[in-house]
């Protein structure tokens, strides 16, 4: 009975088999997915048994692909065994994109950010996941109440379709007000002053800004840490949006904890340098509130001290010991470690300036112990040739304990080529061609050529400057230029000549100081002078006839005879080649930390021109020129600026031996001094003049004109502008990077005027001032070029009050 049994199980489970064995396969439903490719993913075949497995298996494959909506595995009995069925329902493959509605985001940005590429398969998922992306951006901008609706429109077949996503922004959430709870000693108003997310003044938004919205918690706890509750943390937060209103409101749950103070400093273990001058470099006292900030600033000083004398590998352990419950004693615990030696110095990056015009800026040397300040001077001297957009030092660890540094370059592109015309006042139209090489062939050499041409200025000059010569700190450079100008409708000038320089870097009594010394010799010439300018520049005489039985009003002008020039007048010189012989000596400090756009440091400069005397020459005057500039970070990247230029020109042979062209024409952007608001060069002091008209009178109606003698004078006076002897400029300025290197934005207050005699000089009343903004472009191949719109708060004869525009190439403190 037991043999029978199991002989009928066999048979039973055999015919079983048989029943279940898949004898075909068709696949139906798909469009796009081949018959092989849905076979190839399935987990069933002809001549396998069909199993609950093997069919979830195949489902979770097939749907595992991405390309189909629905999946089902049907199966029928045949003679021979089953035919199953994989029937499918394809995806819709995306055919377009569409954003409608939107406005506050644009449509490229919300394209590159779903990342959808048409022809890609589209799921229900991810439409929904890409509208929660839509949402998610709206929120960071403040439109919470932003509503998104996709819409899907297929093909005929339902094989594409094109998916719109409907946009209603609604407006942006206004944040009413922010709750803390949990503050006892600090008030909340403190803590939310320091929160960008607050109810604002009229003036500044109080639109919610996502972005902004950890900054502002983590802004609370260091507000609390500042103040020495240093155990305070932010437990929770939360917001709550009154959607009929579109008002936000944010709760903040602290925990503030006791207020800390500070006790007594000690130190151990430091043995290169004294206790005495460590706690000179602690930021608070004893007493003082347990300031997080002044604590943290502490360690790094004391860093920097010991890098300062190469001790790289420092390490400062502060224990804190907390008494009487609030006050907290702190411990430095320092690991001096070995002096570190630089080894290597090496340059990366720089592909057009050559490595010895870097390293020759360098202060750090192979060899030489390490030093944190000679590294900060080597960037800043680096990057005062004005040649790379970044010098960043990186100090690369050693074995041993020593460091190689490594200067990373980023050079910028300084050629300078410009071609255009311009138009003003004085020039009228004039077209310009220029070239400059600040970095001639990756030597630190500076060419440079510039050609004017126009119906009243014309001018070439050219020049070259050696900075390094013979591989030695000392400059070598010389200029040539030829300028014919016409000074409005008065006269012509002519100016020819050519200069050679010498300079020389300082090591006393710093190493910032450098001295120039220059001889130019150049021959100038007046001409072409208008017939009304002469006249209002000349001695005049008239003569009349006299009639002795008439009255002298009767009497009949015969002539007007012209004489001789006012004196110091350049009519005396017309046509009459001058020449100046000129010796100038410069001497510079210059500490700024950039060569533009300075946010520290300073700059001085003292020139003295001379002429005449041993040089020889027709001028005959010595010119002295200081100019003094300071620069001081505000916050953020701000930086303000100020600058006060004197000058004073004399001569002991009279105004008429002073060059005209050497005299201060301040106003709007003109070289001698920036007041913009004015007409460039408006700037000039009033001189009277007094002209007279003798008369002469015939008693003789016979007799020969210039027989008779003068009975009458008359003198008449007027007010004419000359160009000053003295001058003085005084420049505010706050810079503002809009974009780092880039753009910058300007606001400003410039003062200053010139005068004839020292006497007249009033630092304060006596300056024209204006106030204004403006911007600043750097431009590739152009240089820096600037926009400044200015107002004058002074009026001037001759010139509208109002905004003015001005337009200059470089920047205000050149």
């Not at 310009?432 to 060419?447: A, D, Y």
């Not at 002991?652 to 050497?662: H, V, Y």
Request: proline content about 4%.
């Amino acid at each position: 009975m037991l043999a029978c049994t199991v002989l009928f199980a066999v048979v039973q489970s055999v015919q079983s088999q048989e029943n279940y064995r898949i004898t075909e396969i068709e696949v139906e439903g798909n469009h796009v997915a081949t018959r092989s490719l849905i076979l190839g993913v399935a987990s069933i075949h002809v001549g396998d048994n069909l199993t609950p497995t093997a069919v979830s298996e195949t489902i979770r494959r097939l749907y595992g692909l991405g390309i189909f909506s629905d999946v089902r595995i049907d199966a029928e009995q045949t003679a021979s065994g089953l035919k199953v069925y994989i029937v499918v329902k394809e995806l819709p493959k995306l055919a377009g994109l569409e954003f409608r509605g939107n406005k506050k985001i644009k449509t490229r940005d919300l394209r590159e950010k779903l990342g959808l590429g048409v022809g890609g398969y589209i799921s229900p998922y991810l439409i929904e996941q890409k509208k929660n992306e839509i949402h998610k951006l709206y929120a960071e901008k403040g439109y919470f109440q932003a509503t998104i609706t996709p819409v899907l429109t297929y093909n005929t077949d339902s094989t594409e379709a094109v998916l719109v996503f409907n946009i209603d922004e609604h407006s942006k959430v206004k944040v009413e007000k922010v709750i803390i709870n949990g503050n006892k000693k600090v008030k909340a108003s403190k803590l939310v002053g320091k929160m960008r997310n607050r109810k604002r003044g009229f003036l500044k938004s109080s639109d919610f800004a996502q972005d902004k919205y950890e900054e502002d918690l983590t802004k609370v706890i260091d507000e609390y840490h500042k103040l020495g509750y240093i155990d305070a943390y932010l437990i929770s937060d939360s917001i709550s949006i009154d959607s009929t209103r579109n008002r936000m409101t944010i709760y903040l749950n602290v925990y503030e904890g006791p207020r800390y103070y500070f006790g007594t400093a000690s130190f151990k273990g430091n043995e290169e340098l004294p206790t005495s001058f460590l706690k000179k470099l602690l930021k608070y006292k004893p007493g003082d509130v347990f300031d997080l900030d002044k604590y943290d600033e502490t360690i790094s000083e004391l860093a920097s001290a010991y890098y300062e004398i190469g001790h790289l590998h420092i390490r400062i352990l502060d224990e804190r010991t907390t008494r009487a419950d609030s006050i907290i004693d702190v411990t430095y615990d320092i690991t001096e470690g070995l002096p570190s030696y630089i080894h290597l110095v090496n340059i990366v990056g720089n592909r057009k300036t050559k490595e010895k015009v870097i390293r020759r800026e360098l202060k750090v040397l192979p060899g030489e112990k390490f030093s944190r300040t000679l590294l900060i001077r080597s960037v800043r001297d680096a990057m005062a040739l004005n040649y790379f957009e970044m010098v960043d030092p990186v100090p690369i660890n050693l074995p041993n304990g020593d460091v190689d540094i490594e200067f990373q370059i980023k050079e910028k592109q300084t050629g300078q080529i410009s071609a255009g015309a311009g138009y003003n006042s004085q020039d009228k139209l004039v077209g310009t061609f220029g070239m400059g090489i600040p970095n001639f062939r990756g030597e630190g050499q500076n060419l440079s050529f510039n050609l004017d041409y126009g119906s009243r200025r014309n001018s070439f000059s050219i020049s070259f400057t050696e900075p390094w010569l013979f591989g030695r700190p000392t400059l070598l450079g010389f200029n040539a230029f030829a300028l014919n100008r016409r000074w409005f409708n008065d006269y012509t000038e002519g100016r020819t000549g050519g200069s050679i320089r010498v300079g020389r870097r300082l090591r006393w009594p710093d190493n910032y100081f450098r001295v120039y010394g220059s001889y130019s010799l150049e021959r100038n010439k007046f001409f072409d002078f208008d017939d009304a300018y002469i006249a209002q520049n000349s001695y005049k005489s008239q003569y009349y006839y006299n009639d002795p039985g008439t009255a002298a009003a009767n009497d009949v002008l015969l002539g007007q005879i012209t004489h001789e020039p006012y004196p110091g007048s350049i009519i005396s010189y017309n046509e009459e080649p001058l020449t100046a012989s000129r010796l100038s000596f410069t001497i510079t400090r210059d500490s700024r930390n950039l060569p533009e756009f300075a946010t520290k440091g300073s700059r001085f400069s003292y020139t003295l021109q001379t002429t005449g005397g041993l040089l020889g020459g027709f001028w005959k005057y010595q010119k002295h020129e200081i100019s003094l500039a300071k620069f001081f970070p505000l916050f953020w990247k701000m930086a303000i600026a100020f600058r006060v230029q004197y000058g004073v020109v004399t001569s002991p042979a009279g105004d008429d031996r002073i060059l005209i062209t050497d005299r201060f024409t301040p106003g709007g952007v003109a070289f001698d001094g920036i007041v913009r608001g004015y007409d460039d060069g408006s700037l000039t002091p009033d001189s009277m003049v007094t002209q007279s008209d003798t008369s002469f009178f015939y008693n003789d109606p016979n007799a020969i004109i210039g027989v008779d003698q003068p009975s009458d004078t008359t003198f008449n006076n007027f007010r004419t502008r000359v160009r000053g002897k003295y001058m003085l400029i005084s420049n505010v300025e706050i810079q503002i990077p809009i974009s780092e290197r880039q753009l910058y934005g300007l606001l400003f207050f410039d003062a200053g005027n010139s005068w004839l005699n020292r006497r007249d000089i009033k630092p304060f009343s006596g300056l024209y001032k204006s106030v204004g903004f403006g911007f600043r472009i750097v431009v590739p191949a152009i240089g820096t070029i600037g926009f400044d719109f200015g107002y004058a708060l002074d009026d001037i004869e001759g010139q509208a009050k109002g905004w003015k525009p001005h337009f200059q190439i470089g920047t205000t403190f050149r």
